[in-house]
């Protein structure tokens, strides 16, 4: 099983923000001087730039589209007016060690913050099908020189979907080689935020579509919490996509149990001893309502007190099970080193087992059985499911809310307008509606559900589904 997703960097107070745009051209001064606005704006650390159009392009002409006095970059010429392509990074933020590059793309491959390994790819596909085949055969291959998690970035010239595209024609073939070529190179499409397409024709605005794109190998949802975003279109019919991490605080997460938790063998006792000894008095409604909010309390304090961090644990027991082996290879063990190593490796499985768990319910994948998976695919899975429903901020008139304060606010304000009585008086259903006393099996219509038919009932829903948002899943009952 693979935990390597818990060894990640300490990375989290480091924030980096990347930005790939079809520029469509850096010929005029006025166009890049626009560009070097947006930079400044959004305080972007490594720009990739497509279709520059300019044959040749000097460090001053860089320098007056980048907003920093620190600047490194690596060029590809267009050929004629047709391509081109341009990286600019603060060589704070990245560090480069070795680079190549064609007519089609620049791979950059460094350290981000002198830690997290990596190559970055600034990418400008061709129209045609067949060529673009080629650039992903390319790719493939190059991807056995640089191992590191790779970041795609860049005008890729195709969809993934039919949805992708409006009053455009379909290409079915390119569709899939693309989709093969991601898949082949195990990278995850970073949902959209902002808006559903990124570029239009310039006339009529009829035709969209989404060819513009940010891949990252899963190593990096990992380490950075990423956010990609739609940014408006401005001088370009490709808009910029603006790839950064969140750093808002939307304050404490609210409760929910954890599957895992039923996994440790101290658990069911203290579930059963926490009920027990909570005394309310009351109708029986009341009773549960109040008995879960003290069990919900409980919880919470157990949680960190003795189920603590799991990763953390798996990764202490997997080092002491390592100097254990080590030591029987120098030695023969005596009793109590021997049990000691059952005792970890039992713990090991139970610990990895956990992990599994944790991630299976957080990635909320229908799995028939809990067994061996790739827990690094169930956290990629968790972290685009997590930013495809985040809600980022909501759009009143002409009015962008994005603190988190003023989001909730105006959540509470919309569904407090939505359950308030409009009218003094509510309409009345008229008409003459036979009764169904008499007919055939009256009687079970009237019949009280029996306590077998709802424990048979809530015995077979999912475990993971939470009938109420107090944050116990069915799993509990």
């Not at 606005?37 to 001053?60: M, Y």
């Not at 310039?202 to 956010?227: A, Y």
Request: aromatic residues 12%; contains cysteine; neutral net charge.
């Amino acid at each position: 099983m693979d935990t390597s997703w818990g060894n990640v960097l300490e990375l989290s107070w480091l924030f980096m923000k990347i930005l790939s745009w079809n520029a469509r051209g850096l010929g005029r001064k006025e166009k890049r001087g626009k560009v070097k606005k947006l930079l400044k704006e959004r305080n972007i650390d490594i720009v990739l730039l497509q279709e520059t159009k300019k044959a040749e392009l000097t460090e001053d002409e860089v320098r007056s589209v980048w907003g920093r006095d620190k600047m490194e970059f690596m060029v590809v010429d267009a050929v004629g007016s047709a391509g081109g392509l341009l990286c600019i990074w603060d060589p704070d933020v990245f560090q480069l060690t070795e680079c190549c590059s064609n007519r089609r793309f620049i791979l950059l491959s460094g350290t981000i913050f002198n830690q997290f390994n990596c190559a970055i790819l600034n990418i400008y596909a061709p129209n045609d099908v067949g060529s673009r085949g080629h650039l992903w055969d390319c790719l493939l291959k190059l991807k056995e020189e640089f191992p590191n998690p790779w970041c795609l970035g860049g005008d890729f010239n195709e969809i993934r979907q039919i949805a992708d595209r409006r009053g455009c024609s379909r290409r079915d073939r390119g569709m899939k080689e693309f989709n093969e070529f991601i898949d082949k190179c195990e990278v995850s499409d970073l949902p959209l935020l902002g808006r559903r397409f990124t570029w239009c024709n310039s006339f009529g605005g009829e035709k969209w579509s989404k060819i513009d794109r940010i891949f990252v190998d899963p190593r990096w949802l990992e380490i950075f919490n990423l956010k990609l975003w739609g940014l408006p279109r401005l001088v370009s019919d490709h808009c910029p996509l603006l790839m950064m991490e969140d750093e808002r605080d939307w304050g404490p997460k609210p409760f929910r149990v954890l599957n895992a938790w039923f996994l440790h063998k101290n658990f069911r006792s203290f579930w059963e001893s926490k009920w027990k000894e909570s005394r309310v008095d009351g109708w029986a409604g009341f009773i549960l309502i109040q008995k879960l909010k003290i069990l919900k309390n409980g919880l919470r304090s157990w949680n960190v007190e003795v189920f603590g961090n799991i990763v953390n644990k798996l990764k202490t027991v997997e080092g002491e099970l390592h100097k254990i082996d080590l030591l029987a290879e120098a030695r023969d063990l005596d009793d109590d080193e021997k049990g000691r190593r059952r005792e970890i490796r039992a713990e090991m499985w139970s610990l990895s087992r956990m992990v599994e768990w944790l991630w299976l319910q957080k990635s909320r994948l229908n799995w028939a059985m809990k067994g061996d998976k790739n827990t690094r695919f169930f956290h990629v899975v968790t972290k685009c499911r997590t930013i495809r429903n985040e809600l980022h901020s909501i759009t009143e008139g002409d009015v962008v809310y994005e603190e988190p304060s003023q989001v909730k606010n105006k959540v509470m304000e919309y569904f407090k307008n939505q359950y308030t009585k409009l009218w003094p008086d509510r309409p009345e259903l008229g008409g003459h509606f036979p009764s169904a006393d008499g007919s055939v099996r009256f009687d079970l219509l009237e019949t009280e559900f029996s306590e077998a038919e709802i424990k048979l009932v809530v015995m077979e829903c999912d475990g993971n589904i939470a009938p109420g948002p107090d944050g116990f899943n069915m799993l509990c009952f």
